[in-house]
């Protein structure tokens, strides 16, 4: 009966670890909504990364919030405005720590945002 229990319990820390999704600091999303303090943004393609089989039509958004040591560039790596940026822009998000990328993971605090168009 021990060796069933034990037996068991790893199946289940396998079976976990192989649903996990990996921490990560970056990705590219496209600009959907401009607020003052934030950019809502289509992360579908970051979401559905690594499914496999039918990948569902839903769109994902996800908040990324910046403040002022948050830094905008373009491509080259030069300064940019906060007003450069504007709707329908791809876009890298550098976050300020790792994060699951995921449905319902909707909120990130950027430490860089680099304009890719």
Known sequence: MKNISVFLIMICLIMTACNSKTSITTFRGTIDIINEDKFVVDYSDEVNR?????????????????????KFVDSKGDSLQ????????????????????????????????????
């Open 50 to 70: 690594g499914k496999k089989g039918g990948i569902d039509s839903i769109g994902y958004l996800c908040n990324i919030t910046f403040n002022t040591t948050t």
């Open 82 to 117: 906060f007003e450069g940026f504007s709707m329908g822009d791809s876009i890298r998000i550098n976050l300020s720590k790792p994060q699951v990328i995921s449905e319902s993971n909707r909120q990130f605090e950027a430490t860089e945002i680099v304009l890719l168009n």
